[in-house]
């Protein structure tokens, strides 16, 4: 389990004074207690991956920002702390495994404009969960709805 791992690390980090692992690590806990306390039901490995993707768009989010005010040090930290999150994630997919799975997924929705992008992205959610950035995929999926 994603959870029983991170425990390990974090026990790691401890023992070896790595600050920023222990940071991002108490942060991640943290965020997958809170969200199992509002879901009131203990977290699957598929919602941790949710709340490991929740938290690398906050950090992606925040690198944009930092970027904009000429703050390179604190994007570099931001980094950082999402390269020791992405350690969580499974292997990534190719743009063109997404593609693939985006037209499978438009063709057994039937979806034929941008109306039924919801109805593609129901499909496709489940398939990729962590296993691909979520605006990638949307993206893709825009680009075929569009054609």
Known sequence: ???????????EAMKAHD?????????????IKNSEIQKQQEL?????????????????????????????????????EIDILKTYLPEQMSEEEVKS????????????????????MGILMPQVKGKADPSLISAIVKTELSK
């Open 1 to 11: 389990m994603i959870k029983n791992q991170i425990d390990k690390d974090l026990i």
């Open 19 to 31: 600050e920023t692992k222990l940071l991002v690590l108490r942060g991640l806990k943290s965020a």
């Open 44 to 80: 699957t490995d598929s919602d941790c991956l949710g709340v490991i993707q929740s938290q690398i768009k906050t950090r992606n989010d925040s690198i944009t920002m930092y970027n904009q005010g000429n703050r390179p040090e604190l994007a570099a930290k931001e980094q950082a």
């Open 101 to 120: 799975l985006v037209l499978e997924a438009i063709k057994t929705s039937s979806a034929t404009s941008m109306q039924d992008m919801g109805k593609v």
